[in-house]
């Protein structure tokens, strides 16, 4: 968690993509299809300016 808020603000771009697993919260570094934690396939993007 600490270096997803780290990367969004610390960001110089204009737009930063959050990936978060909807089943445990796990954030994804990766982008991944699936959770490393879980296993799940439920991931959702905030997309934030």
């Given amino acids: 968690m ?3 808020l ?3 603000l610390l960001r ?3 737009r930063t993509v959050i990936e978060e ?3 445990c919260g796990t954030t994804l ?3 991944g299809p699936s959770c ?3 296993g799940r ?3 959702v ?3 934030l300016e």
């Fill in 2 to 4: 600490r270096r997803a």
């Fill in 6 to 8: 780290e990367s969004v």
């Fill in 12 to 14: 110089s771009e204009g």
């Fill in 21 to 23: 697993c909807r089943r």
């Fill in 29 to 31: 570094e990766t982008g």
């Fill in 36 to 38: 490393p934690a879980c």
């Fill in 41 to 43: 396939d439920d991931i």
């Fill in 45 to 47: 993007k905030y997309h």
